[in-house]
């Protein structure tokens, strides 16, 4: 893998001697850095609230720093990004004519935002400077009033983000292109592209389920299938290797929650050391969406398992419009649950 800013050479196009990207094809990363800094300097720039005599403002973003980047490829986006900010506030309390009795100020951090937990609110710590009666009460206005209004302006970046930063208005742009080039096209046969019968058969058959992708992974450990079998099914031991709540039945119907409850489902068929197949969900996804996992575990030798994933059904986007579904959940089944199994049952090829 390249490091952030200097590319891979592996996805550079050297055909062309002017070097263009052609339709995407390849990787093209942005940093958004900088863009980000703008764009938090213009979220915060209004942000008031107030409470009968005091009230609160964000009079400007301190700190922004980490990395935060984009990667497009044939008109997907995938962004990346862990950044933290400090935002400085400033608080006042006001007599009955009006006037500003006193001035206080204080700071809110939001240490980590990260791309891999795009679903869920950062962490926000609140400090003031004042320990007195009044610095305590403007502090209670910035966690009651102020913090989730914050926490707003953060989700309006993250999806901004999912959009594709600083480049949303040229994949916009290129995608008004593309459709006008695509609905102006003949077949050949006097039909514009589209309105053929067969060819929309054809590519709804390969496309598959419009917004969804199939992820596919074979994995090899080393242990007997009714090893593996036993332990994604065992709750005790799936809170071992990732450090996490679950809660699983054994049932054929049963239900479960794991990942601390953040991914849920049922069971729809277990057969002993061979195969599994569940209903799976993430919270963040948009309601009423389900997805299908089967597990087929296979034994070519004594002491080695092959086990083959299949998660079909697997939404392009979250309820956020974060469009790194299907990245972060084949991430999370090699490195969160079958790289970890190897690690901690010492299963490793």
Known sequence: MAKFGEGDKRWIVTERADGTNVHNWHWAETNCLEWSRTFFRKLFANVAVADGDVSVAVKKVERLDGEAYVNVRKGKVIPGYEIGV???WEG??????GKVLQKVDGSVEIPYISDENADEDPEVRITVKDS???GKRLKQVVVE???PVILEK????????????PVKD??????????KNNGSSSNGNGNINGNNENDSK??????????????????????????????LLDENRWRGFTQSSAKISKEVGGEFSIFDGSVTGRHLELQEGKLIVQRWRFGSWLDGIQSTVRIVFEEPEGGI????LTHSDVPEEDRYGNATVVENTERGWRDLIFQRIRAVFGFGI
């Open 170 to 179: 040229d994949l916009e742009a290129k995608k008004v292109v593309s459709q």
């Open 305 to 308: 398992t092959v086990v083959k």
């Open 154 to 165: 953060v989700r309006v970046w993250v999806e901004s983000m999912a959009k594709g930063g």
């Open 145 to 147: 009033k102020a913090k």
């Open 92 to 97: 006042e309390v006001r007599g009955s004519d």
């Open 86 to 88: 400090t935002l400085a």
């Open 132 to 134: 007195g009666e009044v």
């Open 202 to 231: 054809k590519n709804e058959k390969s496309e598959g389920k419009k917004g969804f992708k199939t992820i596919s992974l074979t994995e090899r450990f080393n242990c007997r299938a009714q090893d593996l079998f036993e332990i």
